[in-house]
């Protein structure tokens, strides 16, 4: 694994070194240029990453990396998240908004998404941040969107497994509650798997107890990319 993302480092560095020396690109504008790094580099996301993260990852990363497209059209695609994530971090500050691939990992804390203790109801604070996600969403509707729920290592993990499945469910019941498509979603509960840090302080299981949201294009958006790039 660690092998195939150092070859897949290399090969982006590589692709992006002799695609901006081209004179022709040089000459073009930076959205062309994106479009024609995208079709080498997506290549290789798809190729690398998508082969070893999507099929048997778990979490937003994997579901991510797993639905590359690659080519100009995955440029395009990739142009698109770019305008949502920038969206998203303005709308929702402190929100963890990272542009992997073609797609959008959305990570929301506790100090985001809060429940009530052990239980999966939100509460008010969590409702008021999810409605200004409600309005991103709505703005770029050709998205799917994987919710997966974590917690921390505290209790039995059976226990575990299912608050998180149902907190998972109980973003997507609100998100679809004001509007928004449920066919748009799907949800995962992880329990206290994937930590980002460590169980063994109260800051660190605070930080893993969270939110994660995978956001990718649909196949209408697909579709549009691969027509606008003539495929």
């Known amino acids: 694994m660690k092998k195939s993302i150092i070859y897949f480092l290399s090969m982006v560095l590589l692709s992006g070194t002799v695609i901006t020396g081209c004179e022709s690109v040089k000459n073009s504008n930076n959205t062309q240029r994106g479009a024609a790094i995208g079709a080498v580099s997506g290549a290789v ?22 639905g590359v497209v690659g080519g100009v059209a995955g440029g395009m695609i990739g142009n698109r998240m770019d305008k949502q994530a920038r969206k998203i971090s303005e709308t929702l500050p402190g929100a963890q908004v990272e542009r992997v691939g073609e797609g959008i990992k959305l990570t929301l804390g506790e ?8 239980k999966s109801t939100l509460t008010p604070t969590a409702k008021s941040n999810l409605d200004k996600l409600v309005a991103v969403f709505n703005e770029y509707p050709d998205t799917n969107i994987q919710i997966y ?8 993990d059976d226990y575990n497994l299912k608050l998180s499945e149902q907190r998972a469910a109980s973003v997507r019941s609100y998100l ?3 509007g928004l498509a449920n066919s748009r979603f799907s949800t995962t509960g992880l329990g206290e798997a994937d930590p980002i840090a460590s169980n063994e302080t109260a800051e660190g299981k605070s930080q893993n ?20 790039a003539g495929n």
């Open 111 to 118: 100090n985001s998404i809060r429940f009530d203790t052990n």
């Open 176 to 178: 679809s509650g004001k």
């Open 149 to 156: 729920g974590y917690t921390d290592s505290s209790g039995a």
């Open 209 to 228: 107890r969270r939110v994660e949201f995978a956001i990718t294009a649909n196949e209408k958006m697909v579709q549009d990319a691969k027509k606008e």
């Open 45 to 66: 996301i798809g190729g690398v990453l998508g082969n070893n993260l999507g099929k048997g990852g778990k979490g937003a990363l994997g579901a991510v990396l797993g």
